[in-house]
């Protein structure tokens, strides 16, 4: 890797992310529900759902244990999130993004949760302190039980609560806020809770699907409208989870399909709200390289959970995106699922290239935020996954920084140093 040759603007945002379901722990909502529900379930389905997997027999005595998919305490982030910005500031970060829970917040219709308001104040204040950059995430797949009765965002006359809660956070939190993403992976919500049913509330319908993306493009836009108006300090965007998809020979069907999947991917959503968005939020783990009409990816490199991986196709993503709507760009998610640590470092190595490249060709990116700081629990896979730069056992809580960790703190250190 040709490190002296690496150059990032100055105040580049170098950091990590979290979701509050998946490391506090002791949250009540939607998702802690469905997880009691289904969590027997899931482990009885495990081998057969991921029985192919190289890390099988690694990963099995917890696939199989219905406990693996049940939150609970989670990592307890709640309560030790102060050792864990100790991480952030080990690994020479200045940016941190995690998400508010909203159940806890509002966990009945109207009332206000003051304590753990006071919570989330205190949690902002001490990165704030640290000069750590907060960056607010306000809806990541969980919603409050009574919200999700109501029909969650189903219905467009919902909306309403989810504006109400912001307009609540914002005005808590004050001026301690600068860059807030909205919504989180909008279309992966929207397809495993409403197209492919493993996500609560499993209501499989085309037409549903598409109501709640509808709903969610509202949902930011109204969120983007009123916090303009509480203050122009406020920097919003959506996180949106981008592929790259190719045309893996010159095909015509070929090339067709990878720009019609591109657009739908993407574009479809993304028209939608970009007037809204005072910059692009990018989770970005991977690529669809095409033949005909079908993904047939090259699968050199494959994470713990068989993701195929191309990390320097993180250039293309951020290149298109800046030349299609020339929005300054955040990258807010961006890792993989790496339990031994062999393809971490490897995988950051061509990702930091990827957005030299694309910084050299004039896109303007302003931001790197791995995928995640400590491992957590992976929605409906449990805990086996392992995203963290942070290991953490389970049981005592322990959190060890991965040795791709320690190489990426130091590479941060001689960025942030040599930054223009």
């Known amino acids: 890797m040709a490190e002296s040759k690496i150059r990032f603007p100055k105040n580049f945002l170098w950091g990590a992310s979290t979701a509050a379901h998946q490391v506090e722990g002791g949250n009540h909502n939607q998702w802690s529900i469905w997880e009691l529900e289904h969590a027997r379930a899931w482990a009885m389905q495990s081998e057969y759902q991921l029985g192919e997997l190289e890390k099988w027999p690694l990963i099995k005595q917890d696939a199989k244990d ?5 939150s609970g305490r989670a990592i307890d982030h709640y309560h030790r999130y102060e050792s864990d910005f100790d991480l952030l500031e080990e690994l020479n970060m200045n940016a941190f993004r995690f998400s508010i829970e909203w159940s806890r917040v ?15 104040k205190r949690y902002v204040r001490s990165l704030k302190e640290r000069k750590i950059e907060p960056v607010l995430t306000l809806f990541h797949f969980t919603l409050p039980v009574w919200f999700a009765e109501k029909g969650g965002f189903e219905y467009r006359r919902n909306v309403k609560y989810f504006v109400r809660f912001v307009e609540k956070v914002l005005t808590e939190l004050g001026n301690d ?10 279309e992966v919500y929207a397809s495993q809770s409403y197209y492919q049913g493993h996500w609560p509330p499993a ?28 203050h122009p300090r406020y920097k919003l965007s959506i996180a ?37 968005c005072d910059f692009l939020g990018v989770n970005y783990y991977f690529s669809n390289r095409v033949y ?21 196709n993180l250039e293309f993503v951020v290149e298109r995106l800046w030349e299609k709507y020339k929005k300054p760009i955040i990258i807010t998610e961006n ?22 490249r694309a910084l050299q060709s004039g896109v303007r990116i302003q931001g790197y935020l791995h995928w995640s700081l400590l491992d957590n629990v992976e929605w409906a896979y449990g805990r086996w996954p392992r995203f963290g730069l942070a290991e ?29």
Do not use: C
Not at 177 to 186: D, G
Not at 293 to 300: A, C, D, M, T
Not at 394 to 416: D, E, N, V
């Open 66 to 70: 219905p406990n693996n998919y049940v």
């Open 392 to 420: 953490v056992d389970y049981i005592s809580m322990k959190r060890t920084l991965r040795p791709s960790a320690h190489w990426f703190g130091q590479m941060i250190a001689k960025l942030r140093k040599g930054s223009q």
């Open 240 to 276: 949106k989870n981008s592929s790259y998809t190719y045309a893996g020979d010159n095909a015509l069907l070929s090339r067709k399909t990878a720009d019609a999947m591109q657009y739908f991917s993407d574009d479809y959503f993304l028209k939608k709200v970009i007037d809204q």
């Open 177 to 186: 806020i600068r860059l807030i993403i909205t919504i989180n992976e909008p």
């Open 335 to 356: 890792g993989l699922a790496d339990a031994d640590d062999e393809l971490r470092k490897w995988w950051l190595q061509h990702t930091l290239l990827a957005l030299q």
């Open 203 to 230: 209501r499989q319908s085309k037409r549903l699907t598409h109501r709640v993306l509808k709903n969610l493009a509202y949902a930011h836009n109204q969120t983007a409208r009123m916090t303009h108006k509480l």
């Open 292 to 312: 005909g009409y079908r993904v047939h990816n090259p699968e050199e490199h494959v994470s713990d959970m068989g993701w195929d991986m191309q990390p320097a």
């Open 106 to 120: 509002e966990p009945t219709e109207g009332a206000w949760n003051i304590e753990a308001i006071e919570h989330y």
